[in-house]
């Protein structure tokens, strides 16, 4: 592929939590070098920025809810029966950012993965409203709570796809860019909470169940020494988006 043709891309955005923020990075690069998006598809924080940027809300916004997410505003106790939080403060900001919007309203094609905790399958949604779609991609077990979709109670789909370049591929994208968020976490620390707890024995889960299509070009962003508990790093991730999207895409 040459000139124009080789700037339409599909995306795939892998789950990693508080790395989200690497993905506005990356759009911020994208929209600056007139890259045209054709698809998107997104697992957990992937599947929040994706969704959202489908939607046509820009990165100028979603560097605001990046600089606003604290724990404290998107998390309420649970009494604990599948979760150690409620999903209502998640829901509140992110509906605050897209609106009502179902997935026809989106101006890029969208999916969201997530994960049945009944057959332990992958789970592609594509229709519907999508808070709910992406309240289900992001529902990171013990954390928040599973939703409850046709039938189903799903979880973040982290667990069965962390980047789904193979959705991206199957919706018709003729070039897949895929950015990994965790590929090049250590994961050498000692968890000191609950949350170090289950976001590593996420991690190391996760690594070992990541696989791409032969085609897809993957973006590995330097977040060694990066927490995927830790939201107050933002601005530095957004820095490390841009650059890596830039290190793998420059000469296109």
């Known amino acids: 592929m040459t000139g124009n043709a080789n700037k339409k891309i599909g995306l795939a955005l892998g789950g990693g939590a508080a790395l989200g923020a690497v993905h506005v990075g990356v759009l911020r690069y994208l929209e600056e070098k007139n890259f045209e998006i054709t698809h998107i598809a997104g697992t957990s924080v992937g599947a929040l920025v994706g969704g959202a940027y489908a939607c046509g809300v820009p990165v100028v916004e979603l560097t605001r ?82 939703v409850e979709w046709e039938g189903e109670l799903l979880c973040d789909g982290g667990i069965v796809n962390q980047v789904p370049d193979d959705i991206v591929w199957e919706m018709g994208a003729g070039r897949v860019i895929a950015v990994d968020l965790i590929a090049n976490v250590t994961g050498n620390e000692r968890p ?61």
């Open 65 to 146: 809810f990046a600089r606003r997410a604290r724990w404290t505003k998107i998390t309420r106790p649970a009494i604990p029966r599948m979760s150690l939080f409620t999903n209502d403060r998640l829901v509140e900001q992110v509906r605050r950012l897209i609106g009502e919007k179902k997935f026809h309203d989106t101006k890029i094609p969208f999916a969201a993965v997530a994960a049945s905790l009944e057959t332990g399958n992958q789970v592609v949604l594509r229709r519907g409203p999508l808070v709910d779609a992406i309240m289900a991609s992001c529902a990171i077990p013990g954390i928040f709570e599973p």
């Open 192 to 252: 000191s909470n609950i949350f170090g707890v289950i976001y590593k024995s996420l991690n190391i889960l996760m690594k070992r169940t990541m696989f791409y299509h032969p085609e897809t070009e993957v973006i590995f962003p330097a977040t060694t020494g990066f927490s995927t508990a830790d939201l107050s790093n933002y601005r530095a991730l957004i820095r490390i988006g841009y650059r890596a999207a830039e290190k793998a895409l420059g000469k296109t």
